[in-house]
Nanobody, 119 residues
Framework: QVQLVESGGGLVQAGGSLRLSCAAS????????MGWFRQAPGKEREFVAR???????RYADSVKGRFTISRDNAKNTVYLQMNSPKPEDTAVYYC?????????????WGQGTQVTVSS
């Protein structure tokens, strides 16, 4: 069983920066792929970034070059560094975990943290 808790959201000016954190329980954390997703009002939840247990990363085109996903296995934490955020990045951001046996199946989700980008 894995529990995920996001933090670090808030209000940020366009062109500023923000770092989201996701703290995970469980000693198997290092074997899980971790992802960040977001959902804006009236829109479907969308993929933002992913990092595998071997630290291979993948990003949505909309955030590539601006956002960076990383993980610290010693701290059971995954991060999303948001540089130069835009108003369209405003959403609730969720972290999720996928086991090695089913690396595309996100079985565990956090409660979400609100990010609001002002122009």
């Amino acid at each position: 069983q894995v529990q995920l808790v996001e933090s670090g959201g808030g209000l940020v000016q366009a062109g500023g920066s923000l770092r989201l954190s996701c703290a995970a329980s469980g000693r198997a954390f290092s074997t899980y792929a971790m992802g960040w997703f977001r959902q804006a009002p009236g829109k479907e939840r969308e993929f933002v970034a992913r990092i595998s247990y071997t630290r291979i990363t993948r990003y949505a085109d909309s955030v590539k070059g601006r956002f960076t996903i990383s993980r610290d296995n010693a701290k059971n934490t995954v991060y999303l560094q948001m540089n130069s955020p835009k108003p369209e990045d405003t959403a609730v951001y969720y972290c999720a975990a996928a086991p090695q046996t089913h690396p595309l199946q996100y079985d565990y989700w956090g409660q979400g943290t609100q990010v609001t980008v002002s122009s």
